[in-house]
């Protein structure tokens, strides 16, 4: 989590303040234009930290953050150490609320401000998975229902909340076999990622006659399948593949970028596939063809 998270406000917007921390923290988290899995998680980063300093945000001081950063540092008998990441994000999740908080005259003084987070290493080169292992991983998963997950996944791009989100409305088949499969995700961001035929002819199958509605990956329970059961299918896979890293399902996306690019997929052409804010400063200035995704170039 980047410490760069609070919300520009003009001012003229700020008609009333916020009246209790119930009220602030609301007014922020609906300011946070964020999918709404970040958006509970950063919830959870102030309830626990809430609970910690056990006061009102207006009482707040800088002794109270530095004996929280100390705190969400600290090992428990339950767990190891937390990561950096970890402790960054509890952080950056509080010093963006009393940003927030201040801007609007709920709190006088940001203590927040006075608290620096340290940059991190990028590990990204770390979550990237070859083809060969991508490969694998889907292959051996003979579950019909994980195969086709993991096979959009990687095929789409997408955010592990956007594809479990999937309901069949959401899928159009196109007369060549392709399908064309509606994304909503990060800032309220709505994009059309087209499949090529084989993964048309695998959804069409995994349809049947499911209606509209149904959701395209559905849980024993016949709703959606849970972003926990997703990361569970993700794991067990690539145990089952040998992989040795420990990959999450958003390293499939990672992959689905790396892959597509090192196949020769136009930078901007990867960037409006999978939904990046900015990939390159060059690909503000393309063109996009219709009719093409990056999933076009992968191997899958």
């Given at each position: 989590m980047s410490n760069a998270i609070t919300p520009h406000i003009p001012h003229a917007a700020l008609v009333s303040q916020a009246d209790s921390d119930t009220q602030a923290i609301s007014l922020w988290l609906g300011r946070l234009k964020l999918a709404d899995t970040t958006r509970e998680a950063y919830r959870r980063e102030i309830d626990r930290f809430t609970g910690y300093v056990g006061k009102p945000l207006r009482l707040v001081g800088l002794v109270d953050l530095q004996?929280?950063?100390a705190h969400v540092a600290?090992?428990?008998?339950s767990r190891k150490t937390p990561s950096l990441s970890t402790q960054q994000r509890a952080l950056a999740a509080v010093k963006s609320l009393l940003a927030f908080c201040e801007?609007?005259?709920?709190?006088?003084?940001?203590?927040?401000?006075a608290i620096e987070l340290r940059r991190l290493k990028d590990t990204l080169s770390e979550r990237i998975l070859s083809e060969g292992d991508i490969t694998r991983i889907i292959a051996l998963e003979d579950d019909p229902r994980n195969h086709l997950l993991l096979s959009c996944l990687y095929a789409t791009g997408g955010?592990?909340?956007?594809?479990?989100?999937?309901?069949?409305?959401?899928?159009?088949?196109?007369?060549?076999g392709a399908a064309f499969?509606?994304?909503?995700?990060?800032?309220?961001q709505t994009r059309?990622?087209?499949?090529?035929?084989?993964?048309?002819?695998?959804?069409?199958?995994?349809?049947?006659?499911?209606?509209l509605s149904a959701p395209v990956f559905m849980s024993r329970q016949s709703k959606a399948i849970h972003r926990s059961q997703v990361w569970r299918i993700v794991k067990q896979a690539a145990k089952r593949a040998g992989i040795e890293a420990d990959p999450s399902p958003h390293w499939?996306?990672?992959a689905h970028v790396s892959h597509a690019l090192d196949r020769g997929a136009p930078a901007h052409l990867v960037q409006q596939t999978v939904g990046h804010a900015s990939l390159d400063t060059t690909t503000r200035y393309s063109h996009v063809r219709p009719g093409q995704s990056s999933g076009d170039y992968l191997a899958i």
């Open positions: 004996a929280y950063a600290a090992p428990l008998a801007r609007i005259g709920y709190i006088q003084f940001n203590p927040g401000a955010r592990v909340s956007e594809v479990r989100a999937l309901v069949w409305r959401d899928v159009q088949f196109a007369d060549d499969v509606t994304l909503f995700g990060k800032r309220g059309v990622v087209r499949l090529k035929p084989s993964m048309g002819k695998a959804l069409r199958q995994a349809r049947d006659d499911a209606p499939f996306r990672h």
